[in-house]
């Protein structure tokens, strides 16, 4: 009878002691609203900021009129940024050109001489003359030394064009869509984008983007810019998931057409940092005109922190240290365990309940 008199009291007793112990927990289990704060900026921290763009997400490098863009009513090639763009502007304005028009002008004196001296009026009877020697052999030799003299430096810039990348290059792939443009980084962890051409104000509803001025011209703008460093050399690789395109920037002398189930690679350094725009430069269905390039060219230092704040790496990084460095400088015991501390040693020898009686391992060479 006293026993059962017992369990209610034992009941209540044992509830008390639960919610004692529930409240007790609670507490340690709350994130205060300091901790949260302090979370979240250590998340963002870890984070880099894009350094191409601003606080509000606008682009830092706006399109420069005259420079990686055509020209209303320009006659000359754009201002290359890259050695084979430099060479290869430097052969059209200062031999081909040249060339071209001294040939000019040298049939049009011809035949102006041809129209004037042998007309019918100066020479009622028509010479009978059939060969000449001297001429013959001038118009054949001449033509063969202009062409020589033409493909020496023509050979030299298209093997310029196409010499193969080093080791140190940064690779971009390029991927060809109807009608967009799609980005790899393989060497950097795998980066990946889609880029759309920028449509114009009246053509998107409220609220979504539409192209400025500081974005670049119409028909060249777009939502994601390629980035790439200044001064180092760049491996291109061009492919397509259905039709041929072609990735082509005027400013970088580059056009490398993108085919479906093969990869073509050329490679290029660019010398200034940057806006440049580009087109897909082969015919490629109803909205060809439609796929624009858009590259901005950064420091080295600005294109490592932006493929961080893209969640990639720089290459070399995270690899492992090379043999025979360690990250400690105690030095380690046989088989790679560190020896016991002496203080860890003393607490055990005195029987303290806090050290351990299991050695520290340390990294094996």
């Given at each position: 009878?006293?026993?059962?008199?017992?369990?209610?009291?034992?009941?209540?007793?044992?509830?008390?002691?639960?919610?004692?112990?529930?409240?007790?927990?609670?507490?340690?289990?709350?994130?205060?609203?300091?901790?949260?704060?302090?979370?979240?900026?250590?998340?963002?921290?870890?984070?880099?900021?894009?350094?191409?763009?601003?606080?509000?997400?606008?682009?830092?490098?706006?399109?420069?009129?005259?420079?990686?863009?055509?020209?209303?009513?320009?006659?000359?090639?754009?201002?290359?940024?890259?050695?084979?763009?430099?060479?290869?502007?430097?052969?059209?304005?200062?031999?081909?050109?040249?060339?071209?028009?001294?040939?000019?002008?040298?049939?049009?004196?011809?035949?102006?001489?041809?129209?004037?001296?042998?007309?019918?009026?100066?020479?009622?009877?028509?010479?009978?003359?059939?060969?000449?020697?001297?001429?013959?052999?001038?118009?054949?030799?001449?033509?063969?030394?202009?062409?020589?003299?033409?493909?020496?430096?023509?050979?030299?810039?298209?093997?310029?064009?196409?010499?193969?990348?080093?080791?140190?290059?940064?690779?971009?792939?390029?991927?060809?869509?109807?009608?967009?443009?799609?980005?790899?980084?393989?060497?950097?962890?795998?980066?990946?984008?889609?880029?759309?051409?920028?449509?114009?104000?009246?053509?998107?509803?409220?609220?979504?983007?539409?192209?400025?001025?500081?974005?670049?011209?119409?028909?060249?703008?777009?939502?994601?810019?390629?980035?790439?460093?200044?001064?180092?050399?760049?491996?291109?690789?061009?492919?397509?998931?259905?039709?041929?395109?072609?990735?082509?920037?005027?400013?970088?002398?580059?056009?490398?057409?993108?085919?479906?189930?093969?990869?073509?690679?050329?490679?290029?350094?660019?010398?200034?940092?940057?806006?440049?725009?580009?087109?897909?430069?082969?015919?490629c269905g109803a909205r060809h005109g439609f796929m624009p390039i858009a590259v901005e060219a950064v420091p080295p230092a600005e294109f490592a922190q932006w493929v961080h704040a893209k969640g990639g790496k720089?290459?070399?990084?995270?690899?492992?240290?090379?043999?025979?460095?360690?990250?400690?400088?105690?030095?380690?015991?046989?088989?790679?365990v560190l020896p016991p501390a002496k203080d860890m040693t003393q607490g055990i020898a005195n029987g303290n309940a806090d050290a351990t009686d299991q050695p520290a391992v340390g990294a094996i060479d």
């Open positions: 009878m006293q026993l059962f008199r017992l369990k209610p009291v034992l009941l209540a007793v044992a509830l008390s002691i639960m919610g004692v112990g529930a409240a007790a927990a609670q507490p340690a289990t709350q994130t205060t609203p300091a901790a949260s704060a302090a979370a979240t900026t250590t998340a963002t921290a870890a984070t880099p900021a894009d350094p191409t763009l601003t606080a509000d997400g606008q682009e830092i490098i706006h399109a420069t009129p005259g420079i990686g863009q055509p020209t209303a009513r320009a006659v000359d090639l754009q201002p290359q940024v890259t050695p084979t763009g430099i060479e290869a502007h430097g052969f059209n304005n200062n031999i081909l050109l040249p060339l071209a028009i001294g040939i000019s002008v040298l049939v049009f004196v011809l035949l102006a001489v041809a129209i004037f001296r042998f007309r019918a009026g100066r020479n009622p009877v028509p010479s009978k003359t059939s060969h000449n020697t001297v001429l013959e052999v001038a118009w054949t030799v001449i033509p063969v030394l202009i062409l020589v003299f033409i493909a020496i430096p023509s050979i030299r810039l298209l093997a310029h064009q196409y010499r193969p990348a080093p080791d140190n290059a940064v690779t971009l792939k390029a991927i060809g869509n109807q009608w967009y443009w799609s980005y790899e980084y393989p060497d950097n962890g795998d980066i990946q984008f889609t880029s759309n051409i920028l449509k114009e104000k009246d053509e998107v509803q409220p609220g979504q983007r539409y192209r400025t001025d500081a974005d670049g011209p119409r028909l060249l703008a777009v939502d994601n810019r390629v980035v790439l460093p200044v001064g180092v050399p760049i491996r291109l690789l061009t492919t397509s998931t259905d039709v041929i395109h072609s990735w082509a920037v005027p400013a970088f002398w580059i056009k490398l057409d993108a085919i479906p189930g093969r990869l073509n690679e050329t490679s290029f350094t660019i010398e200034k940092p940057g806006l440049y725009f580009g087109q897909c430069s082969e015919l720089m290459p070399g990084e995270n690899a492992p240290p090379p043999p025979g460095e360690n990250d400690t400088d105690t030095p380690l015991g046989h088989d790679g």
